[in-house]
């Protein structure tokens, strides 16, 4: 990976994953075949992800088979076309194109949870971290019958490749000059992505890419 595509620390990819909190859930399934993958939200608790999923998702089957797994994270990206990479007298025909985003994948021992009382308290914990605002009844007491029919998920992360694209391979001028059009163009993940680019430039004022 290119060294301007690196985080810039720990607490970089922890942002992002945290102010994403949606991902994908990638097992390898008994008997071989293309890897399972179960789209899910989650909530990154430490180094552990905590999600849960139906009993019947093929990736418990996955996960009893083999409990290393992989949760992947991208998102906020932007395709910025070639004429935007020319400024002052350059060329925008030879400008080249590319494509500005997040990417972060978190692998480690996937262990599965059934306990009707422990999968309560995961499932609590979720809710208490994407809805802090709105209280909740204990799900033992209220939905009981219904945790027999999912499964919690507990994501021991042990290994973490992180790569944040936003024109890391370009002077000051050019970067600014791309997260301008960005900004102006505001389609989805446009602005997040101009976040990225002028928080990843020293001095650069600007809203923080992870507010939301």
């Known amino acids: 990976m290119p060294a301007a595509d690196r985080p810039l620390d720990d607490e970089e990819w922890r ?9 994908h859930l990638v097992a390898n399934p ?31 089957d996955a996960l009893v088979h ?7 994270v ?4 932007a395709f910025v076309p070639s004429s935007w990479k020319a400024i002052g007298t350059e060329d925008p025909r030879r ?5 500005y985003y997040a990417a972060v994948q978190l692998a ?12 309560a308290a995961l499932l ?3 809710l208490d971290a994407l809805q802090p605002e709105i209280g909740i009844d204990d799900p033992l007491e209220v939905h009981r019958a219904k945790l ?5 998920v507990r994501l021991h992360v042990d290994e973490v490749v992180a790569k944040f694209k936003f024109g890391g391979n370009v002077d000051e001028a050019h970067r600014r000059a791309v997260a301008d059009r960005l900004d102006a163009r505001g389609g989805p993940g446009d602005r997040a992505a101009a976040a990225h680019a002028r928080r990843r430039t020293p001095d650069a004022p600007g809203p923080s890419a992870f507010t939301r």
Not at 15 to 23: H, I, N, R, S, T
Not at 148 to 152: C, E, F, P, Q, V
């Open 15 to 23: 942002a992002f994953v945290a102010a994403q909190g949606f991902g």
């Open 30 to 60: 008994p008997g071989g075949g293309l890897p399972v993958v179960a789209p899910t939200q989650f909530v990154l608790d430490g180094d552990i992800v905590i999600a849960h999923v139906a009993a019947a998702n093929p990736l418990v």
């Open 66 to 72: 083999d409990p290393r797994a992989l949760l992947a």
């Open 74 to 77: 991208a998102g906020d990206w």
């Open 95 to 99: 400008g080249v194109p590319t494509t």
């Open 108 to 119: 480690g021992r996937a262990e599965l949870v059934a306990d009707a009382a422990e999968l």
């Open 124 to 126: 609590a914990r979720q």
């Open 148 to 152: 027999a029919s999912i499964r919690g």
